[in-house]
């Protein structure tokens, strides 16, 4: 911006200002005394030739007397202007603030916003001050300028920053009418104080505010100060300048406002958060009435524009709620303060989020949390979804953002229970055993300790598919204890895990601590065939002037699983789906794979599953961390489950999963020996002492 010249420095132009302002009030502040008080003085008029008088007047001439009392009236007045003078002469030198000349009022304590976008590109939120688009007061109607003149600064034009006149006209009107009716502070003045001080009343700061307005005038045109207040005064809701307010409140620009909403705009700065339309839309309504009389009063408008705005008042656009999107604001901006901490100024982050799954994963959470299950203790839910590159698509951190903000997804760590048991088989099949590989479920000891299975009693010896379709205890203890915990602690960490984890005896039964959100991203690398793309939220991070803070590097995913172990883990998850712990989340024809998750005492209770498109996550349970009425992960997570995953591939291909068909059960072997029995016999008769004899019918 470019400043205007002066002759004189700094200090000078302040001084300069200041006397200007004082002879300025001087000579209107005796009429608007006496007006104010009833009294209505003619101005004094000049003969064009004056008589001298050839005698002086009688003593008792009533006139002279008048005169006398009108001088020393003026005399009083003018000592009064002079102390108040002298006042702020002192106070300039002791309450001064230094403000270098090269000081940037555009940028001057502004404070930084984060704007946030979907996948698309499309804006979602903003958090922190938000400030719109730079317009010129060119550029605006005139009626926005006149309803803020009119209500703000009427004399804007005509003062140097203080207006004297008008401040002590606002404080007699107040001391007549025995309290604020009025206030004195000029557009300079507004711009001084939010661009510099605090809110606080007190009379430092008015004084400081005034000198503030002061060096402003100094500095800049009265145009340049205009653009500066229409630019950066707070307006409610987050929003600095017309053109962030028109945005917010109107959904357009500040350059196509009507005269209704011009007035309500106009009338904000008096009380940005009491006043903003979203919030307060009848006291908006009111306080733009009120400006609209302004513009009568002052003849900027026609009575006739003024009725047609009363009778269609402006349309207040509905405000982004922050409902499960709540959670997922807060984890992008802490993600985004982590990726770019030095950035400065508004920042533009585009997220991976889908509006679309993001409102399927609310709706789903939402269906499932209903009386009846909260009766059973599962007070609350959260919810993760990635797509196979391992963008987040979705997250759901609890049951109603705006009765708790913390984030359940990923602030919360529990215990996974059995959900944990694939990376027991991933170690597993390393180590060279294969979904064929059968043990006894049968009671076993591990140095004391004796751990059980959800359901009551053992059932002998079973395929390693049988026992991770129902989910058995005692058959993951043996399978770890043969392999060695620390390879499971390596395979978990390999895929994704985050979280200590400690390899002691419980460690194959999910007794580790993790966040829902590291869980599901570490089952990614099931469904991408043994790849783990690292999981993201932020595709880029950049300035409002283009400038590229950060970008997702898109490398290539590193492979953490041969495609044969991947196969193999497919084929076992997939019997969670088709007849084990988890076959109330089967997506019909379409191929899933997962597992469920229940803690003792059902205190947490989970469902992560995947296709080849996308791989989710549900916990439920509670924050107090008590009992649920036998809540497993196999029926509220599995619904939300399901629910969730059947809208979230509308539309989207059928795609086959490599290693998901039925695994032949134990139930199906008397079977097969009866037939291998009968050929076995057929055999035999059809070979007599090595010569073949066929059997005619």
Same mark, same amino acid.
Do not use: C
């Given at each position: 911006?470019?400043?205007?010249?002066?002759?004189?420095?700094?200090?000078?132009?302040?001084?300069?200002?200041? $006397?200007?302002?004082?002879?300025?009030?001087?000579?209107?502040?005796?009429?608007?005394?006496?007006?104010?008080?009833?009294?209505?003085?003619?101005?004094?008029?000049?003969?064009?030739?004056?008589?001298?008088?050839?005698?002086?007047?009688?003593?008792?001439?009533?006139?002279? $007397?008048?005169?006398?009392?009108?001088?020393?009236?003026?005399?009083?007045?003018?000592?009064?202007?002079?102390?108040?003078?002298?006042?702020?002469?002192?106070?300039?030198?002791?309450?001064?603030?230094?403000?270098?000349? &090269?000081?940037?009022?555009?940028?001057?304590?502004?404070?930084?916003?984060?704007?946030?976008?979907?996948?698309?590109? %499309?804006?979602?939120?903003?958090?922190?001050?938000?400030?719109?688009?730079?317009?010129?007061?060119?550029?605006?109607?005139?009626?926005?300028?006149?309803?803020?003149?009119?209500? %703000?600064?009427?004399?804007?034009?005509?003062?140097?920053?203080?207006?004297?006149?008008?401040?002590?006209?606002?404080?007699?009107?107040?001391?007549?009418?025995?309290?604020?009716?009025?206030?004195?502070?000029?557009?300079?003045?507004?711009?001084?104080?939010?661009?510099?001080?605090?809110?606080?009343?007190?009379?430092?700061? #008015?004084? !400081? +505010?005034?000198?503030?307005?002061?060096?402003?005038?100094?500095?800049?045109?009265?145009?340049?100060?205009?653009?500066?207040?229409?630019?950066?005064?707070?307006?409610?809701?987050?929003?600095?300048? @017309? +053109?962030?307010?028109?945005?917010?409140?109107?959904?357009?620009?500040?350059?196509?406002?009507?005269?209704?909403?011009?007035?309500?705009?106009?009338?904000?700065?008096?009380?940005?958060?009491?006043?903003?339309?979203?919030?307060?839309?009848?006291?908006?309504?009111?306080?733009?009435?009120?400006?609209?009389?302004?513009?009568?009063?002052?003849?900027?408008?026609?009575?006739?524009?003024?009725?047609?705005?009363?009778?269609?008042?402006?349309?207040?656009?509905?405000? /982004?709620?922050?409902?499960?999107?709540?959670?997922?604001?807060?984890?992008?901006? &802490?993600?985004?303060?982590?990726?770019?901490?030095?950035?400065?100024?508004? @920042?533009?982050?585009?997220?991976?989020?889908?509006?679309?799954?993001?409102?399927? *994963?609310? *709706?789903?959470?939402?269906?499932?949390?209903?009386?009846?299950?909260?009766?059973?203790?599962?007070?609350?839910?959260?919810?993760?979804?990635?797509?196979?590159?391992?963008?987040?698509?979705?997250?759901?951190?609890?049951?109603?953002?705006?009765?708790?903000?913390?984030?359940?997804?990923?602030?919360?760590?529990?215990?996974?229970? &059995?959900?944990?048991?694939?990376?027991?088989?991933?170690?597993?099949?390393?180590?060279?055993?294969?979904?064929?590989?059968?043990?006894?479920?049968?009671?076993?000891?591990?140095?004391?300790?004796?751990?059980?299975?959800?359901?009551?009693?053992?059932?002998?010896?079973? =395929?390693?598919?049988?026992?991770?379709?129902?989910?058995?205890?005692?058959?993951? @203890?043996?399978?770890?204890?043969?392999?060695?915990?620390? #390879?499971?602690?390596?395979?978990?960490?390999?895929?994704?895990?985050?979280?200590?984890?400690?390899?002691?005896?419980?460690?194959?039964?999910?007794?580790?601590?993790?966040?829902? +959100?590291?869980?599901?991203?570490?089952?990614?690398?099931?469904?991408?065939?043994?790849?783990?793309?690292?999981?993201?939220?932020? %595709?880029?991070?950049?300035?409002?002037?283009?400038?590229?803070?950060?970008?997702?590097?898109?490398?290539?995913?590193?492979?953490?699983?041969?495609?044969?172990?991947?196969?193999?883990?497919?084929?076992?998850?997939?019997?969670?789906?088709?007849?084990?712990?988890?076959?109330?989340?089967?997506?019909?024809?379409?191929?899933?794979?997962?597992?469920?998750?229940?803690?003792?005492? $059902?205190?947490?209770?989970?469902?992560?599953?995947?296709?080849?498109?996308?791989?989710?996550?549900?916990?439920?349970?509670?924050?107090?961390?008590?009992?649920?009425?036998? @809540?497993?992960?196999?029926?509220?997570?599995?619904?939300? $489950?399901?629910?969730?995953?059947?809208? *979230?591939?509308?539309?989207?291909?059928?795609?086959?999963?490599?290693?998901?068909?039925?695994?032949?059960?134990?139930?199906? %072997?008397?079977?097969?020996?009866?037939?291998?029995?009968?050929?076995?016999?057929?055999? /035999?008769?059809?070979?007599?002492?090595? /010569?073949? =004899?066929?059997?005619? !019918?």
């Amino acid at each position: 911006m470019a400043k205007r010249q002066h002759d004189k420095s700094g200090l000078s132009a302040v001084a300069a200002n200041l $006397w200007a302002d004082l002879k300025r009030g001087a000579a209107g502040f005796h009429n608007d005394f006496l007006k104010l008080f009833g009294f209505s003085p003619k101005p004094p008029v000049k003969e064009p030739f004056p008589e001298k008088s050839k005698y002086p007047k009688a003593p008792g001439d009533g006139k002279a $007397w008048r005169n006398l009392w009108g001088s020393v009236a003026l005399s009083v007045v003018s000592v009064g202007f002079l102390g108040a003078a002298f006042a702020l002469g002192l106070a300039f030198i002791y309450l001064a603030p230094q403000v270098p000349d &090269s000081a940037d009022l555009w940028n001057v304590n502004r404070q930084a916003a984060i704007i946030v976008l979907d996948r698309n590109g %499309e804006e979602i939120a903003a958090r922190g001050a938000r400030y719109g688009e730079h317009v010129d007061p060119a550029e605006l109607p005139e009626h926005l300028i006149n309803a803020i003149l009119s209500t %703000e600064d009427r004399r804007f034009y005509d003062h140097g920053g203080v207006d004297l006149r008008g401040t002590m006209r606002a404080a007699l009107a107040n001391l007549k009418a025995g309290g604020v009716v009025e206030g004195g502070s000029t557009i300079t003045q507004q711009l001084a104080k939010n661009l510099f001080l605090s809110p606080r009343q007190t009379y430092e700061r #008015k004084a !400081r +505010e005034a000198l503030l307005a002061l060096w402003i005038e100094g500095h800049y045109s009265k145009d340049e100060i205009l653009s500066l207040y229409l630019n950066r005064i707070y307006l409610g809701a987050g929003a600095y300048g @017309v +053109e962030s307010a028109a945005q917010t409140y109107f959904g357009k620009s500040s350059r196509d406002v009507t005269l209704a909403e011009a007035a309500m705009l106009a009338g904000l700065p008096k009380a940005p958060s009491t006043y903003a339309p979203t919030q307060n839309p009848a006291g908006a309504q009111r306080r733009a009435n009120e400006v609209l009389d302004n513009l009568l009063e002052i003849g900027a408008v026609d009575p006739f524009a003024v009725r047609d705005a009363r009778l269609h008042p402006p349309v207040i656009t509905k405000q /982004n709620i922050d409902s499960g999107l709540g959670y997922f604001f807060d984890y992008v901006a &802490s993600q985004a303060k982590a990726i770019a901490p030095d950035a400065t100024g508004d @920042v533009i982050v585009r997220t991976t989020i889908d509006q679309k799954l993001q409102r399927d *994963a609310e *709706a789903a959470v939402k269906t499932a949390m209903t009386v009846e299950a909260r009766l059973k203790g599962a007070d609350q839910a959260a919810l993760v979804a990635y797509d196979q590159s391992g963008a987040l698509r979705a997250m759901v951190g609890g049951r109603d953002y705006k009765e708790s903000q913390f984030n359940r997804a990923v602030q919360s760590k529990r215990q996974p229970g &059995s959900a944990f048991k694939p990376f027991v088989y991933v170690a597993a099949m390393e180590s060279g055993l294969t979904p064929n590989s059968s043990f006894i479920d049968q009671p076993i000891d591990i140095a004391g300790w004796k751990p059980t299975n959800y359901t009551p009693g053992y059932a002998g010896r079973v =395929r390693l598919t049988e026992a991770v379709a129902k989910s058995i205890n005692t058959i993951a @203890v043996q399978v770890t204890e043969r392999i060695g915990r620390g #390879k499971v602690v390596e395979a978990a960490k390999r895929l994704g895990i985050k979280s200590e984890i400690a390899p002691h005896r419980s460690i194959a039964l999910g007794a580790v601590d993790v966040t829902l +959100e590291e869980l599901v991203g570490a089952y990614i690398p099931f469904a991408r065939g043994g790849l783990e793309p690292e999981p993201y939220t932020i %595709e880029s991070i950049e300035t409002r002037e283009g400038v590229i803070l950060y970008e997702h590097p898109g490398d290539a995913p590193k492979r953490v699983m041969t495609a044969d172990v991947s196969k193999k883990m497919n084929h076992l998850l997939y019997q969670v789906m088709l007849n084990g712990t988890g076959r109330r989340a089967a997506l019909g024809r379409r191929p899933a794979a997962g597992k469920t998750g229940t803690t003792n005492d $059902w205190r947490d209770a989970w469902f992560v599953g995947y296709t080849p498109q996308i791989i989710a996550g549900v916990w439920v349970g509670n924050d107090a961390y008590t009992p649920m009425d036998k @809540v497993t992960g196999g029926n509220i997570p599995a619904s939300i $489950w399901k629910e969730f995953m059947l809208s *979230a591939h509308q539309g989207l291909p059928v795609l086959s999963l490599d290693g998901a068909y039925p695994a032949v059960s134990y139930a199906a %072997e008397p079977v097969l020996l009866d037939f291998y029995a009968e050929v076995s016999r057929g055999l /035999n008769r059809v070979r007599r002492d090595g /010569n073949e =004899r066929r059997y005619r !019918r």
